[in-house]
């Protein structure tokens, strides 16, 4: 099997919705023709509360949690795994045509959708994933929005993350952003995040 091949076959199962979602109204869609085309059309269209998610492979940390929370309110048992999960969903929630929030999950989490459509899409690039984050992630857009996004940035294995967090941390006006952008670069692997730091800690 060559390497091309190899790949596809690795991305199979990240394909897939989460295993433990329940109470969704679930369609899915493929976005092998693009992520931005496929996903615009989909918040736009959303008056009423919805999610829109995809999995895309992990930058392995052991940060990403579930609520393992019982009706009475008291904290239940949950699984624990040793081992941190090799990919992440990423949920975005749409209202009134627009994204209002963004989540990273494991995908060992049981996720309760209470109910509302979750458009899940499949064939995600992580390329493509990193490019509609960082636009959520711009200055334009609501504090904790770009919150999110950062967030969900500092988990994303793609080169092009990194360079965006980079800029930012050096660049942007809200000193939060900024604040956000170092704690996620110092746990990142990435030799360019160790340069930026032996950069702007140089006497």
Not at 61 to 70: A, K, N, P, R
């Amino acid at each position: 099997m060559n390497a091309a091949l190899w790949l596809m076959a690795l991305a199979l199962p990240l394909a897939a919705p989460p295993k433990l979602l329940i109470n969704a109204k679930l369609d899915t869609t493929s976005a092998a023709m693009g992520l931005e085309r496929v996903f615009q059309p989909l918040a736009g269209a959303q008056p009423q509360p919805a999610w829109i998610g995809y999995s895309v492979p992990l930058a392995r940390g052991y940060h990403l949690g579930c609520e393992y929370v019982s009706p009475g309110g008291w904290t239940a048992p949950g699984v624990v795994h040793l081992e941190p999960p090799d990919h992440a969903i990423i949920l975005f929630r749409t209202e009134g045509g627009t994204v209002t929030r963004i989540r990273v999950l494991s995908p060992d989490c049981e996720i309760d959708a209470g109910g509302v459509p979750v458009h899940w899409l499949e064939e995600v690039q992580p390329g493509e994933s990193a490019a509609l984050l960082q636009t959520f992630a711009a200055s334009k857009n609501p504090e904790r929005l770009r919150e999110n996004a950062i967030s969900a940035l500092s988990d994303s294995p793609e080169p092009s993350a990194v360079d965006f967090l980079i800029n930012l941390a050096r660049k942007d006006q809200d000193s939060r952003v900024r604040r956000q952008c170092v704690s996620a670069l110092a746990r990142s692997a990435d030799p360019r995040a160790a340069a930026f730091f032996k950069d702007v800690l140089k006497p």
